[in-house]
């Protein structure tokens, strides 16, 4: 089955403790991409990956770090976590860029 | 940098009758505006997309509109129904390669 998958999909934490998110879709897509959705701002980017090796800065990649070490993986990386970064997350990928995206099921982080 | 602005932040109708949804937009860069709609608890999904190139697209009930010269595209919900109820986002993807997200619409149908 195509799909994006996401882990762990809900997760508690305290302030300061390392944690990663991971990502993995298996439709050979070239772009991913992570998002922070919080109530009434919508979905917000935060980092985006063109192609293995590749990523960008989206609008709010403070406090996150990703990697595109492999095609079908996109981790994200929080070093530090902090409350401000309670959030929904989700995983997206795409073909390429300007095409439809295909979310993964979202992570619920709650950092005490 | 970007910004997608998106009205109404809620909007309510009747069944049957029809829904618009507008956003506005200020990066004349961009070529494809695609929307989402999220049902509660779960993931966005793409409803329908429209590029540049075009004026506007329909889908049976759902239609797209695009005035480029305006920097302004609405979503059109015909003939309403209950499973139309969600959050719809308007997005576009900048000349950057990023994606910019309205702030979203709750649609409710009522009965």
């Known amino acids: 089955e195509a799909q994006v998958t996401q882990n762990p999909r809900y997760l508690i934490t305290v302030t300061g403790k390392k944690l990663t998110v991971t990502c993995s879709q298996n439709m050979n897509h070239e772009y991913m991409s992570w998002y922070r959705q919080d109530p009434g701002l919508g979905l917000r980017q935060i980092y985006y990956s063109m192609n293995v090796e590749v990523t960008d800065k989206g609008d709010v990649p403070e406090g996150y770090k990703v990697s595109r070490k492999e095609k079908r993986n996109f981790p994200l990386i929080l070093e530090s976590p902090s409350p401000n970064q309670t959030s929904l997350y989700f995983c997206?990928?795409?073909?390429?860029?300007?095409?439809?995206?295909?979310f993964g099921p979202g992570t619920r982080l709650t950092v005490l | 940098g970007e910004n997608v602005e998106q009205h109404p932040s809620t909007l309510s109708v009747q069944e049957g009758d029809s829904a618009v949804i507008k956003c506005t937009y200020s990066d004349s860069a961009s070529n494809y505006f695609p929307w989402y709609k999220q049902e509660l608890g779960k993931r966005p999904q793409l409803i329908i997309d429209i590029r540049s190139n075009v004026g506007e697209k329909k889908d049976q009930r759902i239609a797209v509109t695009l005035n480029k010269t305006a920097k302004h595209f609405s979503l059109h919900i015909t003939e309403t129904q209950p499973e139309d109820s969600a959050v719809y986002f308007c997005?576009?993807?900048?000349?950057?390669?990023?994606?910019?997200w309205g702030a979203g619409t709750k649609l409710i149908i009522k009965p």
């Open positions: 997206a990928s795409s073909p390429r860029d300007y095409n439809e995206q295909f």
């Open positions: 997005v576009l993807w900048d000349s950057n390669y990023q994606l910019i």
